[in-house]
């Protein structure tokens, strides 16, 4: 078996990003679709998780915000991710987000569950971000991460009836 020639690979940029039709992620210049559409129950713990968070999340800083997906987060001109969750705390007039979040939340689905429990941990880890939460829609068990020492620990697997606190930046707490 020959062995793959990376540098013949396509590689994208913000600026290309910006001209796709239809639903895109941008990762270390790869692009991944992000089609087909999710399962209405996947959109159905994506809305609970938002309005669990919005509802009990205490910010000191007003620019604080938890926002659901479609939303970019642009990490550099290579990269540019859609969290399904995420709690941003920038004002922008910009058509994205620039400063790494505290927390986001990934909802598998079938189309991109692979994606997020390997490229897009190893990019949240990587990028800073405190909390990363992956939830698996059916099950309604929830895998969640801290970043400690530049590196996630899995602080558990937890179910909706559970109560998590998350101990985040000065600006907000749960």
């Not at 559409?37 to 604080?64: G, M, R, W």
């Not at 620039?98 to 939340?105: E, R």
Request: net charge negative; aromatic share 14%; proline share 5%.
């Amino acid at each position: 078996m020959a062995a793959i020639d990376y540098d013949s690979f396509l590689y994208y940029t913000y600026d290309q990003y910006k001209t796709w039709d239809d639903s895109w992620e941008l990762i270390d210049g790869v692009p991944y679709a992000m089609s087909p559409a999710p399962y209405p129950k996947h959109q159905k713990v994506v809305f609970k998780i938002s309005k669990e968070l919005d509802t009990n999340l205490e910010c000191s800083e007003e620019v604080c915000e938890v926002y659901i997906s479609p939303v970019d987060w642009k990490i550099d001109e290579t990269t540019v991710v859609q969290p399904d969750v995420a709690l941003f705390c920038e004002e922008t007039e910009k058509q994205f987000f620039s400063k790494t979040p505290a927390l986001v939340v990934e909802v598998l689905s079938k189309a991109t569950a692979l994606k997020d429990v390997t490229t897009k941990k190893a990019l949240y880890e990587r990028t800073g971000v405190l909390y990363y939460v992956i939830v698996e829609p059916h099950t309604e068990i929830a895998d969640i991460y801290r970043l400690t020492e530049g590196k996630y620990l899995h602080l558990g697997k937890y179910t909706k009836e559970d109560t998590v606190t998350f101990d985040l930046p000065d600006a907000c707490y749960t």
